[in-house]
C-alpha cells in the first residue's frame, strides 16, 4: 500500500491501480492456495493448534469439519486488509473502521438466525458472513 499511496501522491492513479491490480491477483492466489492446503490437511493441523480438540473423536472430527468451514474467511480478511489499505490512501477512514463491527454483527446474526436451523455450524457460517 506504501506504493499505491506513492503514486496516488504523485498523481498517478493509473500506476497505483496497476499496481494494486498486481499485488491483489498474486495476494489472492497465494490465499487460495493456503485454504487449499489447509482445507486439505485440516486434520493434520489441528491437532498443532488445537491439541484440547483431539481428546475424543467427536470432538476432534467437530473441530476439524468447522475449521473447514471457516478457512474461507481468511480470503475475506485479506482481501478486506488490501481494500482498507487503498481506502486509508484516499484518506476514507469510516468504512474500513467499521468492518470490525459489521464482523461482530454476523457472527450475532449467525448465531441468532441460524443457530436453530445448523448449530454451531450456524456461527461458523456467521463469521464467514462477517468477514465477508
Same mark, same amino acid.
Given at each position: 500500500?506504501?506504493?499505491?499511496?506513492?503514486?496516488?501522491?504523485?498523481?498517478?492513479?493509473?500506476?497505483?491501480?496497476? @499496481?494494486? #491490480?498486481?499485488? $491483489?491477483?498474486?495476494?489472492?492466489?497465494?490465499?487460495?492456495?493456503?485454504?487449499?492446503?489447509? $482445507?486439505?490437511?485440516?486434520?493434520?493441523?489441528? &491437532? %498443532?493448534?488445537?491439541?484440547? +480438540?483431539?481428546?475424543? &473423536?467427536?470432538?476432534?472430527?467437530?473441530?476439524?469439519? *468447522?475449521?473447514?468451514? +471457516?478457512?474461507? @474467511?481468511?480470503?475475506?480478511?485479506?482481501?478486506?486488509?488490501?481494500?482498507?489499505? $487503498? %481506502?486509508?490512501?484516499?484518506?476514507?477512514?469510516?468504512? &474500513?473502521?467499521?468492518? &470490525?463491527?459489521?464482523? #461482530?454483527?454476523? +457472527? $450475532?446474526?449467525?448465531?441468532?438466525? *441460524?443457530?436453530?436451523?445448523?448449530?454451531?455450524?450456524? +456461527? @461458523?457460517?456467521?463469521?464467514?458472513?462477517?468477514?465477508?
Amino acid at each position: 500500500m506504501p506504493v499505491f499511496t506513492q503514486f496516488i501522491a504523485k498523481d498517478e492513479e493509473d500506476k497505483a491501480w496497476s @499496481a494494486a #491490480n498486481t499485488f $491483489i491477483t498474486v495476494g489472492l492466489l497465494f490465499v487460495l492456495l493456503f485454504n487449499l492446503f489447509g $482445507i486439505t490437511f485440516t486434520k493434520y493441523l489441528v &491437532p %498443532l493448534v488445537a491439541s484440547g +480438540m483431539t481428546e475424543s &473423536p467427536e470432538k476432534f472430527n467437530l473441530t476439524v469439519r *468447522l475449521t473447514r468451514v +471457516m478457512f474461507s @474467511a481468511i480470503t475475506f480478511t485479506v482481501m478486506g486488509g488490501f481494500l482498507k489499505g $487503498i %481506502l486509508n490512501s484516499y484518506k476514507l477512514f469510516t468504512a &474500513p473502521a467499521l468492518g &470490525p463491527v459489521l464482523y #461482530n454483527i454476523g +457472527m $450475532i446474526l449467525g448465531a441468532l438466525l *441460524l443457530g436453530k436451523t445448523f448449530g454451531i455450524y450456524g +456461527m @461458523a457460517i456467521g463469521v464467514i458472513i462477517g468477514h465477508f
